[in-house]
């Protein structure tokens, strides 16, 4: 039973236009998300996260995103460039469960020049 | 500042050996985590633990995995038997406390074959 769902396994986009990542989870608990970042032969790096307080959390080129009613989160990167391709995951905690993480399948975005 | 270290970056075993992974999460970090990420899928949760106490184990295979942190720095996560199905890479993270709206750090991770 998947409590964080990445419904797409894969995404293509050009460079300079907007990646759309999205993130839906069942677990009403959680209450804060994240998203990693990762590359082949290396272990996920954090890139953003969110508070359940909070519906939008900004940093630089990216933004995420969280409509908790509809237990969804995006990730949005404007502009999209080559050097963002990679497996992006998402991922959610509960505070009341120990803090630890539960991750998506992920999804590889490939950022075409 | 240093990141988590891991080793060894690969290990390639045969069914039914044993083998153990290392992990040094980053200083002054209170918790240290154990995913595995099979290929295709997100990492998945093996063992948490709080300085020195686990916090959730769960998810591990207690008759063949097991994970100490004796002194609430290193950690080692054993495999004995493995299994064809062991064949995964294995994550280490940390985080400063745990607690709310912390991230966690990882490490490059242990590429494990099992034939």
């Known amino acids: 039973d998947q409590q964080v769902k990445q419904n797409s396994p894969s995404l293509s986009v050009q460079e300079g236009r907007i990646s759309i990542l999205n993130c839906d989870y069942t677990n009403s608990m959680f209450d804060y998300f994240l998203w990693y970042k990762k590359y082949p032969a290396e272990g996920p790096t954090f890139l953003i996260s969110i508070s359940s307080i909070k519906d939008k959390n900004e940093d630089g080129r990216f933004t995420v995103f969280l409509n908790k009613s509809a237990k969804h989160l995006s990730l949005h990167i404007v502009p999209s460039q080559p050097g963002d391709s990679a497996v992006y995951f998402c991922?959610?905690?509960?505070?009341?469960?120990?803090?630890?993480?539960?991750f998506g399948p992920g999804t590889r975005l490939s950022v075409l020049p | 500042e240093a990141g988590v270290a891991q080793s060894p970056r690969y290990k390639i075993i045969e069914k039914r050996q044993s083998v153990a992974f290392w992990c040094n999460p980053i200083?002054?970090?209170?918790?240290l985590y154990w995913y595995q990420q099979i290929l295709g899928q997100g990492p998945k949760l093996l063992i948490q633990?709080?300085?020195?106490?686990?916090?959730?184990d769960s998810q591990l295979p207690k008759d063949r995995f097991s994970a100490e942190r004796l002194k609430g720095v290193d950690s080692t996560l054993k495999i004995q038997p493995a299994k064809l199905e062991d064949s995964a890479v294995y994550l280490c993270?940390?985080?400063?406390?745990?607690?709310?709206?912390?991230?966690?750090?990882f490490g490059q991770g242990t590429r494990l074959t099992v034939v």
């Open positions: 200083s002054g970090h209170a918790t």
């Open positions: 993270a940390s985080s400063f406390s745990g607690g709310a709206g912390t991230e966690a750090f």
């Open positions: 991922a959610a905690s509960a505070n009341n469960y120990g803090q630890n993480f539960v």
């Open positions: 633990f709080q300085n020195n106490g686990v916090v959730d």
